[in-house]
């Protein structure tokens, strides 16, 4: 999506739906259901209930709309609404996850060479960010939802840089405590290349 | 060693971000664009809320607040007992007080009993059909 076509469609719309265009809207929805129903998914992991929260986040911006005072872009603000919502929708009934100890470690190395068991580990660790403190969970969902742009991720959480910075280092550290065995797959890769060298 | 733990962490971050950043992308239901469209539509066609009454809620507030105040008098006057025999107020001060305090607390009784017979007669004509 090219954003400089979004934020003027954005705008447009915007401008229309404020001039009491209630179709207007849907280009916005158009736009952006698909990374609202992702973000939404990220920070629950069910398919029904993303949709349920996205309607809610559109709902609302529905109604705030007039509340964006244009000094951020549109995507900035509605993220930032839309994490709003997320976070006390899954306050009132919180999405159901196991504690952070209780998540199993699905592999042993042989068994990593499987497909199905990588992609069943790989679950696992997204699975276990919902497992985080809510302090560390929201900054790890949103810095990968931006595709690890901290500046973003900060703007939609409305936090100065370094404090997610901070909170990100922490997630990372207990994401990393939880699942030793990509510490294992380190040893292993350090092992052969070892090998490798001395062959050389 | 410190570098080793160092690079070991670099490694295993870069794996964390491998597989949180490679997430499947989800495709909101066919229907999804509709139902919150239709809700938009609901929500716009829907009447405005009403807004809260003040203009009937504002002499209930002021009676509310006269006989609160009233009540602080008279607590004030009648009910505090003195702290193991070091008085709140000197007694020179209390003295000058006594007399303003007293007026006031009779100002806020007359008004409320005026707010009252107000509503009362209100109330009473509105019945009434007077109003």
Not at chain 1, 55 to 81: H, I, K, N, V
Not at chain 1, 163 to 188: D, G, I, N
Not at chain 2, 61 to 86: D, K
Not at chain 2, 98 to 108: K, L, S
């Amino acid at each position: 999506m090219n954003p400089s076509i979004s934020a003027e469609e954005d705008l447009a719309d915007v401008t229309r739906v404020l001039a009491g265009d209630v179709q207007a809207f849907e280009g916005i929805v158009r736009r952006w259901q698909g990374p609202l129903v992702n973000m939404a998914w990220r920070y629950c992991r069910d398919r029904g209930r993303a949709e349920d929260l996205a309607q809610e986040a559109f709902l609302r911006a529905w109604r705030g709309l007039a509340g964006w005072r244009r000094e951020s872009s549109f995507s900035t603000w509605f993220f930032a609404l839309a994490a709003n919502v997320f976070r006390s929708e899954l306050k009132r009934f919180p999405a159901v996850n196991l504690p952070l100890d209780a998540i199993a470690e699905p592999s042993t190395p042989a068994v990593q060479l499987n497909t199905l068991s990588k992609k069943l580990s790989n679950e696992a660790v997204r699975r276990s960010v919902l497992s985080l403190p809510l302090r560390y969970r929201e900054p790890v969902i949103l810095f990968y939802f931006h595709e690890m742009d901290l500046s973003r991720a900060a703007a939609t959480m409305r936090l100065p840089e370094g404090t997610m910075k901070a909170r990100l280092s922490r997630a990372r550290a207990l994401l990393r405590r939880r699942f030793p065995h990509l510490e294992a797959e380190h040893q292993e890769m350090e092992f052969a290349a070892l090998n490798q060298g001395k062959e050389a | 060693m410190n570098q080793n733990k160092a690079n070991r962490e670099e490694t295993d971050q870069s794996k964390v971000d491998a597989i949180l950043a490679t997430e499947e992308e989800l495709i909101p239901s066919s229907g999804f664009l509709g139902n919150v469209m239709e809700n938009i539509r609901n929500e716009a066609a829907a009447p405005p809320p009403i807004p809260f009454p003040w203009k009937r809620a504002i002499p209930g507030i002021l009676l509310a607040g006269g006989v609160f105040a009233w009540s602080a008098v008279v607590l004030f006057r009648y009910g505090l007992p003195p702290v193991s025999g070091i008085p709140l107020i000197q007694p020179q001060h209390l003295a000058a007080l006594e007399r303003p305090i007293e007026e006031t607390g009779w100002v806020a009784l007359a008004l409320g009993i005026s707010l009252l017979s107000w509503l009362l007669s209100h109330r009473l004509a509105g019945r009434s059909g007077l109003l």
